[in-house]
Structures are given as C-alpha cells and as structure tokens.
C-alpha cells in the first residue's frame, strides 16, 4: 500500500525558506515520479514540480524557477521541496502525490493524494 506524510509546513516572511518532506512507504522512489501540488485560492492543484524516477526534475511554475528545487533521499524514501525567497503568492497547501515512472503536470494521473502541509507567507 502506498503511503506518504508531508510535512515542512509552516509560517515565514516574504524572503524566508521552507524545505517541504515527503516521506513514502510502501513503495520505491525508484519507480515513481513524485510531484508537488499547490492548492490556493488561485487554482485548486497547481502542479508546482515534479521528480521523476531517473532523478530529473521538472519545474512548471515560472515563477519559483530558481527559487524551488526539488530533491530526493532514497536512503531515506524521502522526497524534499526547498523553497527559497518566498512570496505571498507562494501560500497554500502543498501536496505531494505519486505516479509511475515519469513526470506529467496532470494532476489526475497522481494517486493517491495526502492530507497536505500548509505554508504562509506575511509579514
């Protein structure tokens, strides 16, 4: 079965840093891509990034290019999102979610989803 906790969430001011974790069991990190997904009041599962399972990473906001880097351990079958320089337009709840293989900005083709980690960005 598969099973991942997000976690990293949390309270910053613009500029600050936040580095998100999702820690999967139940199946290989080699074998599945995992992506980032961001709900807001903007959209409701905005595909932020994403890591396949060869260890590419995806970007597909242009607004955290350079700013957002995704990385793995798979000695530790965690996936992590560092998220630097933070906006206000960077809150929401961001869900990672696994899919076989290969990266894709479609939301429905990740499953299964978890309970999410929030992150606020003010003053």
């Known amino acids: 079965q598969l099973r991942f906790v997000e976690s990293g969430g949390g309270l910053v001011q613009p500029g600050g840093s936040l580095r998100l974790s999702c820690e999967v069991s139940?199946?290989?990190?080699?074998?599945?891509?995992i992506g980032w997904f961001r709900h807001s009041p903007r959209e409701e599962r905005e595909p932020v990034s994403c890591?396949?399972?060869?260890?590419?990473?995806?970007v597909y906001v242009d607004s955290v290019k350079g700013r957002f880097t995704m990385s793995r351990d798979n000695a530790k079958n965690t996936v992590y999102l560092q998220m630097n320089n933070l906006q206000p337009d960077d809150a929401g709840v961001y869900y990672c979610?696994?899919?076989?293989?290969?990266?894709?900005?479609?939301?429905?083709?990740?499953?299964?989803w978890g309970q999410g980690t929030r992150v606020d960005v003010s003053t």
């Open positions: 979610a696994p899919r076989p293989m290969f990266c894709t900005d479609s939301p429905a083709t990740y499953d299964p």
């Open positions: 139940g199946f290989s990190l080699k074998n599945y891509a």
């Open positions: 890591l396949g399972a060869s260890g590419r990473s995806t």
